[in-house]
């Protein structure tokens, strides 16, 4: 069965940079893109951005640019995403999560990994 | 670009029927048939209940359904069930290979 896991909580203090993992297991890594998504606490769903695991190629949001990177190791199956410069508003749930094939949502979604920021 | 703009907060009672507005742009929600929703419970991973603006996936109830007009996309959850207390969040598909998501909204059961 198609699963994404996520690597444990992170605690990181501010101007600290986190990656998190993300393992893809049950289908054909290179397929299906896979987007970040965080939650704040209490907070809505943001879109950060893709990587293709295929080409490596990746896209992030306006906000994100500079700050984050997409990287992916396909001998693993594992995508990773990289925030540099944590501030304490960067706190939050990030999840990844799977395109369908020929859609545009998410079939498939990680548990999340929580990451806190603070000194 | 700003997030997708939903109601805070639904609420009603069982049975009932609810609908849940989700308002943006030519741009985005305007522009074509990409919009997904996304039911969340607390401490849980979102999971799709509709996509492609009126498609659902198999396994989920027809009690969900979607619509679109103009730069609005709307979920209608029939016969509210105890179960649908939950957080619903809408997706678009952006342009320029982003994506966005609305603000989300709280569904209530009475």
């Known amino acids: 069965q198609v699963q994404l896991v996520q690597a444990g909580a992170e605690f990181k203090k501010p101007g600290a940079s986190v990656k998190v993992s993300c393992k893809a297991s049950g289908y054909a890594f290179n397929v299906y893109y896979i987007h970040w998504v965080r939650q704040a606490p209490g907070q809505g769903l943001e879109w950060m951005g893709w990587i293709s695991p295929d080409s490596g190629g990746a896209n992030y949001a306006q906000r994100f640019q500079g700050r984050v990177t997409m990287t992916r190791d396909t001998s693993i199956s594992t995508v990773y995403m990289e925030v540099s410069s944590l501030k304490s508003d960067d706190t939050a749930v990030y999840y990844c999560?799977?395109?369908?094939?020929?859609?545009?949502?998410?079939?498939?979604w990680g548990q999340g990994t929580l990451v806190t920021v603070s000194s | 670009q700003s997030a997708l703009t939903q109601p805070a907060s639904v609420s009603g009672s069982p049975g009932q029927s609810i609908t849940i507005s989700c308002t943006g742009t030519?741009?985005?929600?305007?522009?074509?048939?990409?919009v997904s929703w996304y039911q969340q419970h607390p401490d849980k991973a979102p999971k799709i209940i509709v996509f492609e603006g009126t498609k659902r996936p198999s396994g989920v109830t027809n009690r969900f359904s979607g619509s679109k007009s103009g730069n609005t996309a709307s979920l209608t959850i029939s016969g509210l069930q105890p179960e649908d207390e939950a957080d619903y969040f809408c997706c678009s598909y952006a342009g320029g290979s982003a994506w966005m998501f609305g603000g989300g909204t709280k569904v209530t059961v009475l």
């Open positions: 030519s741009s985005d929600v305007g522009t074509s048939n990409l």
């Open positions: 999560a799977r395109v369908h094939l020929g859609s545009y949502y998410y079939d498939y």
